[in-house]
Nanobody, 115 residues
């Protein structure tokens, strides 16, 4: 079993910053193949940023230059630093860990960007 717990969401004004955390526990040994996804009301869930199996990072075009994904293998935690936030970034942000052919998801954390 794998458990993923996100934290750090909240309400922020446009142009502001937030840092999300996703702490993993259970049958997990590294932070590779972990990432952040988001789902806005009425929209499909989309990839935001991932740490690949080789340790490199991938980003959605809409967040490049504003968001940074990082991780701490010792803590089995990944982070998403979000800067220059826009109202369009408003969504529930969830982290995912892929092990083999199975995807494990956290419960999500709400990010609202509004003045």
């Amino acid at each position: 079993q794998v458990q993923l717990v996100e934290s750090g969401g909240g309400l922020v004004q446009p142009g502001g910053s937030l840092r999300l955390s996703c702490a993993a526990s259970g049958s997990i040994f590294n932070i590779y193949n972990m990432g952040w996804y988001r789902q806005a009301p009425g929209k499909q869930r989309e990839l935001v940023a991932t740490i690949t199996s080789s340790g490199s990072s991938n980003y959605a075009d809409s967040v490049k230059g504003r968001f940074t994904i990082s991780g701490d293998n010792a803590k089995l935690t990944i982070y998403l630093q979000m800067n220059s936030l826009k109202p369009d970034d408003t969504a529930v942000y969830s982290c995912k860990k892929r092990i083999g052919f199975i995807d494990y998801w956290g419960q999500g954390t709400q990010v609202t960007v509004s003045s």
